[in-house]
């Protein structure tokens, strides 16, 4: 198969904005979030559905990660921007995107720390990053994938606006099983179409 060429736009800018909405302020990771991040993932629940988070979560992994995600930022399709509340400051989670230049799409992914859960947070997160990943950057597409029993992630992605477009049979090996995965998508066409009818 020919190898396409690449057309070498940086999907994200180098320096990440800070993001406001009413409660919440989403701004970059830095290695004196590693505390919190340490507490926040040790969590058998988070690990199971993200499949990404090892559990019993080690010590020191947080930093290792926070490096990690930073390496993979200064190349410019990555982003992770951590999500705080904005009047106490507290961390609760964060939030990624893994990005395309060449297909100008990016995959998004989310957690908020259990003590947390219920209050609209990743939703607020969620409709924030959105915005400014359609208004800010090249991209076209977003999507996210959830395993097939994670109704609160496809409620948040619903209610942000993505529309549940397919199921991947057993696509990933996770929590010694071969998950199911919902793929939710959101394309800027759609989220145009939403803002101009909210505003009729
Ligand atoms: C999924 C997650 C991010 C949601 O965070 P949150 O701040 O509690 O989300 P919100 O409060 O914005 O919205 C949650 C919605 O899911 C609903 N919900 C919660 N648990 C549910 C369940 N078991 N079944 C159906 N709906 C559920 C809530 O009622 C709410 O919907 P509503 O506003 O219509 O009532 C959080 O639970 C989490 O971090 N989970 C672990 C990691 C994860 O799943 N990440 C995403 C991987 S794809």
Redesign the pocket.
């Known amino acids: 198969m020919a190898i396409r060429p690449g057309i070498f736009l940086r999907v994200f800018p180098a320096e990440l904005p800070q993001l406001e909405s009413p409660r919440l302020l989403l701004r970059g990771l830095s290695l004196s979030d590693a505390e919190a991040f340490q507490v926040i993932c040790d969590?058998p629940?988070?690990a199971?559905?993200?499949g990404m988070?090892p559990s019993p979560y080690p010590p020191g992994e947080a930093a290792r990660w926070i490096t990690e995600q930073q390496e993979l930022q200064a190349l410019g399709e990555h982003v992770i921007f951590v999500i705080t509340l904005k009047e106490a400051g507290d961390v609760?989670?964060n939030l990624s995107f893994k990005g395309s230049d060449e297909h100008r799409r990016a995959e998004i992914?989310?957690?908020?720390?259990?003590r947390?859960?219920?209050?609209?947070?990743?939703?607020?997160?969620?409709t924030l990053a959105i915005q400014w990943g359609f208004e800010k950057t090249i991209l076209r597409r977003m999507y996210?994938?959830?395993?097939s029993w994670?109704?609160?992630?496809?409620?948040?992605?619903e209610?942000a606006g993505f529309q549940r477009e397919g199921l991947l049979r057993e696509n990933f090996y996770a929590n010694g099983t071969f998950e199911s995965e919902i793929v939710m998508g959101l394309t800027r066409t759609d989220w145009e179409n939403q803002i101009e009818e909210h505003h009729t």
Request: glycine residues 12%; contains cysteine; hydrophobic residues 45%.
């Open positions: 969590d629940d988070l199971k559905a993200t988070i609760i989670g992914g989310y957690i908020i720390g259990k947390w859960w219920g209050n609209g947070y990743a939703t607020e997160a969620l996210a994938y959830c395993f994670n109704d609160a992630s496809v409620r948040v992605l209610k």
